[in-house]
């Protein structure tokens, strides 16, 4: 069973969706359009109906003073005084009418036929809609009556012919304007439509040439903080595309790499195996050489992998409160007995806990790099120092060696992913390429915090420091 | 030795396990997709389950999320193609007992799939002290003595030592140590692991306790029981 409300609510739902447009724009245009035109009705009734209730209260005002002063002069000076103001204002040419009836009906002044109907002595105003007076034409009146004494009665009236004048006028106007209204309201509200689509349209547009490949196409917006909504939009825009670019750019730039990189590895490999099919034998020294070229191969990939997701931001929900110096000093011990068999001396510098928000698997994975690099290439100084402190931005953790060091120059370029050195550090190719990914892998991690990463000369060798923020 | 679940699709994949699990004396059941494998797993009294994460029908970790949501607390070790950090992360957490990543090492696979089977069937338990023959482990005051002499030892080195000992009789492989003793999961890529153990051995040879550490060739080290076939 259905309601009969909910079916009328149905079908006036039906009726609307009918008639309503389909478009974003068109509704908007509709309903500004309704907006102007109601509004500009709404404001023309009014000031009508403000116009009217002034001219009533003028005409009230003015009859109940006559009628007023009549019945006072009655009082002091008898029906006489009465008669005298009544003829003074019957004299004066105007729209009144005066009606002083006496006990039986009979007029005794006045310059109304009769004592007109519906009308009763009471003081009250009444408003009668015809009535004749001595020139006999209909015209609508404001009337008030009065019992005046000895069984008198006055009737005080105006005629309201100027009023229904300036109404009829008023709703001329009224009618007149509506369709001026309307035409504006129409043009008002396209224009502002064209606006909304227009800039709608040059977001678009921006987003197809994006679509198309161009990946350089940005929203042009004013210069300075955005103005409105659409400025934020664009904003917003351009912001995801100048990622989205950077993105796909970081994504060439692996697989430019990888495949770069990969090739001379997996050559070696090839044809280490090649030689082992072909030999008689096979010696445990060529299986390990060939195990271990994998295996390095497999580091890379490893490395190169958890840079794209750091890059990409992934991991942040692993974040959690670690002692950066608990860690870097458990780190050291790591790497401590290795670097004792290199001669080389492995010391951290930390004065207390130094808590931050971090990933500590890539963290650790980003400092441990770090510090085989300083082992591998920066231990021709014989010292390496690591460190954590707090700093007045968040927190600084470092891995400094005592090695040849990277010129300033060049420092950039080993920061890079595939970023590679040969002439400057490491003997072998295979451990420069390892390098590259090391610095690249904590740069990325380092991003991922919301921190940075610096290269600089330690006098001598390389110190690389990473810098954490409060708040990732 | 129990029988082992293997859900893999990839047919090559599968028969390398299979045959490796075999060859160290388990029973191999093979699923090829996710939904018999959960199917398989729901059935049967399997010792562990070996679970890959990218299978057909259901995947991997969907199929390890249902297992544990029926009550089923079989060690299920997870071996995925998927060897980001936050991949393992998202592994253990939905419910797995070890994350190996391919490609991998058989003895590694094997050495894993015994230590979580053993630490399902026993608790290991508030213990205070551990003893393997003539070597004595004080929990408490973190000692060690051999045939009641003290040896001294770094605090690493003692619970690289204490790991070794609670696996007695198992291989312990270097990416466990990492993960038991210093908690990271990734690979260090030098021989970071040998070096500690090689310190380790060098100060219990110096207190009389020669040998204890056995080196399982291409896997790991040991510390007592019987010679395992890997």
């Known amino acids: 069973m259905t309601e009969p409300g909910a079916t009328l609510a149905d079908f006036w739902r039906d009726w609307f969706a009918g008639i309503a447009p389909r478009t974003t724009t068109a509704r908007i245009s509709l309903l500004l359009f309704v907006m102007l035109v109601s509004g500009s009705a709404l404001l023309l009734i009014l000031l009508e109906r403000a116009t009217q209730s002034q001219l009533d209260s003028e005409a009230q005002g003015r009859i109940a003073a006559i009628a007023a002063a009549a019945d006072t002069a009655w009082q002091q000076g008898g029906i006489a005084a009465a008669r005298a103001i009544l003829d003074g204002e019957l004299a004066v040419p105007g729209p009144l009418v005066i009606h002083l009836a006496a006990p039986g009906g009979r007029r005794v002044l006045g310059n109304l036929p009769g004592w007109p109907a519906g009308v009763a002595a009471d003081g009250q105003f009444y408003r009668v809609p015809a009535m004749h007076y001595h020139q006999g034409v209909a015209e609508p009146f404001m009337v008030v009556a009065r019992p005046m004494p000895q069984g008198h009665r006055l009737l005080v009236g105006r005629s309201l012919a100027a009023e229904v004048q300036l109404q009829n006028k008023l709703t001329t106007t009224l009618l007149l304007a509506l369709p001026v209204a309307m035409i504006l309201a129409f043009l008002t509200s396209r224009l502002i439509t064209r606006i909304i689509t227009d800039r709608v349209h040059d977001l678009a547009d921006v987003v197809g040439e994006v679509t198309a490949g161009k990946l350089e196409a940005r929203v042009v917006l004013p210069a300075g903080p955005p103005a409105d909504a659409f400025d934020s939009m664009g904003q917003a825009f351009n912001v995801m595309l100048a990622r989205v670019e950077a993105l796909i750019d970081e994504l060439r730039a692996v697989t430019d790499g990888l495949a770069h990189d990969l090739r001379s590895p997996l050559t070696r490999l090839k044809a280490r195996i090649e030689r082992l099919s072909h030999g008689t034998t096979v010696d445990a020294d060529d299986l390990a050489a060939v195990s271990a070229e994998a295996e390095s191969l497999l580091a890379m990939l490893d490395n190169s992998l958890e840079i794209s997701r750091a890059e990409a931001g992934i991991g942040r929900d692993s974040f959690a409160e670690i002692d950066l110096a608990a860690m870097i000093t458990d780190l050291a011990d790591m790497y401590e007995p290795l670097a004792e068999d290199a001669g080389v001396t492995l010391s951290v510098a930390v004065t207390g806990a130094v808590l931050a928000q971090a990933h500590r698997q890539l963290l650790g994975r980003a400092l441990a790099n770090l510090i085989d690099n300083a082992l591998r290439y920066g231990a021709g100084g014989a010292r390496i120092e690591v460190g954590a402190q707090a700093t007045a931005a968040g927190s600084r953790l470092w891995v400094a060696d005592s090695g040849p060091g990277i010129p300033a120059d060049r420092r950039d370029e080993a920061l890079r992913r595939f970023g590679r050195l040969d002439a400057a550090r490491g003997p072998q190719l295979g451990g420069m390429q390892r390098a590259g990914l090391g610095l690249s892998l904590a740069g990325a991690v380092a991003r991922l915090h919301g921190g940075t990463i610096s290269l600089s000369d330690n006098q001598p060798g390389l110190k690389v420091a990473i810098d954490l923020p409060r708040v990732p | ?230």
Not at chain 2, 17 to 32: E, K, T
Not at chain 2, 44 to 56: N, Q, S, T, W, Y
Not at chain 2, 126 to 135: A, I, K, M, Q
Not at chain 2, 179 to 204: A, C, M, Q
């Open chain 2, 1 to 230: 030795m129990g029988s082992i679940l293997c859900i893999e699709d990839d047919p090559t994949m599968a028969a390398h396990i299979a045959q490796g699990l075999q060859g160290a004396g388990y029973h191999v059941d093979i699923a090829r997709d996710g939904q018999s494998g959960l199917e398989q797993a729901l059935a049967g009294h399997h010792a562990a389950i070996i679970l890959d994460r990218m299978l057909p029908e259901l995947d991997g970790l969907a199929v390890l999320t249902q297992l544990r949501a029926a009550g089923n607390n079989t060690p299920v070790v997870v071996l995925s193609a998927l060897a980001s950090l936050d991949e393992r992360v998202r592994g253990l957490r939905a419910g797995s007992d070890d994350y190996v990543t391919k490609p991998f090492e058989l003895p590694e696979l094997l050495a894993r799939l015994e230590a979580v089977q053993r630490r399902a069937s026993g608790a290991t338990g508030d213990v205070t002290r551990l003893v393997e023959g003539e070597l004595e482990l004080d929990l408490l005051a973190r000692r060690v003595s051999w045939a009641g002499k003290r040896i001294e030892l770094q605090p690493r080195e003692f619970r690289l030592l204490e790991y070794l000992v609670r696996h007695r009789g198992q291989v312990v492989t270097r990416s466990m140590l990492l993960e038991g003793v210093w908690d990271y999961h990734f690979d260090p890529g030098t021989n970071v692991i040998d070096v500690h153990v090689s310190r380790l051995r060098k100060k219990l040879d110096e207190g009389g306790a020669g040998g204890i550490v056995e080196t399982v060739r291409g896997a790991g080290y040991r510390v007592g029981g019987e010679p395992v076939a890997a």
